[in-house]
């Protein structure tokens, strides 16, 4: 079997991290086009209401989806690792265990979204005058959901794989596509927000099967066979052992966020409206941070099932010195072009505009802070630890933030957007220092054992 990959265990560092990012960072920002084109869409031709409506759903979405992505962070890590110790039988085992744990996590999901969405907004607190529209958008999203797990596992396995550039031509497709249906269901068919949910459904479809078809052309052990197609017991506890904590710390993330979104809610769906543009354009700032933690995953993924030690420091080094320089020019540019931007989304409300701007200024300024600490937990996850980073995470975003929310934001002087949007940056700064600490440790640990099992070496 010819062997196609790329060896992440070799070569320069900064050059190689660099050109192996750049390409998620592009597909990140397509994936996040998605949900703007909506935004967009529905800004110019439907308001601000609607615009309110599609960002109400957004920490929901997350909180329920997080927990199965988190599995796909597990299919990568144990693909990276098993390419790394050149396992390629084992390699096809985790891929063909993959995929239907993604097609069955999709139809759970699918069929959560129809039963339960507006119950879910109702306990968020979403306003009136929001709901309906709101409830809409989240059960047509959530027809898509099989495709879009599908899309995600697959687009890991790549990624694992060294192939960074293929999801992202799949997702330009998609990408297209979603923006010519938004138009279409929109403006032609008067749809709301039912037309952009639906464009985003079967846009997913469309990058679904074309990773589908990548894997599947592969000469490598991550050649996709339909029917080799079975859940091999190891490999499935190894993917659950690794992604469950992750989609775990993903989901409580959310709650977090959840709570945060519902504070906003109180405000009104003026400040909404403001929120969710503002959220938007910093997404484009965070999937080009995010796009370092997934290299850092990956490379000390290689790097630990290849046994090199030493050169997994260097990585998150270097990672955290790309995502700092990242992070810190994007959000200091979006924050400098705030008004401007969020003018592309909101039409009719000066006052939302100037809400987002608060959020930018709180939120983008610092955003470099999330960066590190999510480049130093992949590291983490990429080494096959993956409850610890979970344990950190949970206490110092979601525990603290809860605190912040019922302690301090629930004082009456303190009862103010800008001290809400502070629990972020503070949370940032306490779990990136604990993470560190331990990603020290467990490397030393590994150096450690590897010298007592190779004396020679």
Not at 142 to 149: E, I, K, R, V
Not at 398 to 407: D, G, L, Q, T
């Amino acid at each position: 079997m010819r062997h196609i990959r790329a060896d992440l265990t070799e070569g320069p560092l900064l050059k190689n991290i660099i050109l192996y990012t750049v390409p998620i960072i592009l597909t990140g920002v397509l994936q996040l086009l998605f949900n703007a084109a909506d935004l967009v869409v529905v800004g110019r031709f439907c308001g601000s209401i609607s615009v309110a409506a599609v960002g109400a759903t957004g920490s929901v979405i997350n909180l329920i989806v997080n927990l199965f992505i988190g599995l796909a962070v597990g299919a990568g890590v144990t693909t990276a690792q098993a390419l790394g110790a050149g396992d390629h039988d084992r390699v096809h085992r985790i891929v063909h265990t993959a995929i239907p744990t993604a097609a069955i996590g999709g139809l759970l999901l699918t069929a959560f979204g129809l039963c339960f969405a507006r119950k879910a907004l109702e306990l968020m607190g979403t306003p009136e005058d929001v709901i309906d529209l709101s409830a809409v958008y989240m059960r047509l999203y959530f027809c898509g959901m099989t495709s879009n797990m599908l899309y995600n596992f697959g687009a890991s396995i790549l990624r694992a794989a060294g192939d960074t550039k293929g999801p992202l031509y799949y997702l330009t497709a998609a990408g297209v596509l979603n923006v010519i249906l938004n138009l279409i269901f929109v403006i032609v068919l008067k749809m709301d927000v039912a037309g952009v949910a639906l464009a985003t459904a079967i846009s997913q479809t469309l990058s679904a099967v074309l990773v589908l078809l990548a894997l599947g052309a592969r000469t490598d052990g991550c050649r996709l066979m339909v029917k080799k197609l079975r859940l091999y017991k190891k490999e499935l506890t190894d993917i659950i052992r690794i992604g469950l904590p992750a989609g775990i710390q993903g989901s409580l993330f959310s709650i977090s966020n959840v709570l945060i979104q519902s504070s906003v809610n109180s405000f009104g769906s003026v400040v909404m409206s403001g929120n969710a543009a503002s959220q938007n354009i910093e997404g484009f700032v965070y999937v080009s941070m995010n796009a370092f933690h997934q290299t850092a995953l990956n490379f000390c993924g290689q790097n630990y099932g290849a046994g090199k030690y030493k050169r997994i420091n260097k990585i998150l080094l270097v990672s955290l010195a790309c995502v700092s320089v990242t992070g810190l020019a994007t959000g200091v540019l979006s924050w400098a072009l705030g008004r401007p931007l969020l003018s592309i989304y909101i039409t009719d409300s000066a006052d939302a505009i100037s809400y987002g701007v608060i959020r930018l200024t709180y939120i983008c300024l610092p955003y470099f802070l999330c960066g590190i600490m999510d480049v130093t937990t992949g590291a983490i996850r990429g080494i096959g630890a993956s409850l610890l980073p979970m344990i950190i995470s949970v206490l110092g975003i979601c525990v603290f933030r809860i605190f912040w929310i019922f302690a301090i934001f629930g004082q009456p002087r303190f009862h103010t957007l800008e001290c809400l949007y502070l629990s972020y940056t503070v949370s940032w700064i306490v779990t990136f220092l604990a993470e560190f600490t331990v990603f020290l440790v467990l490397v030393r640990k590994s150096e450690k054992k590897a010298a007592v099992l190779s004396p020679a070496a």
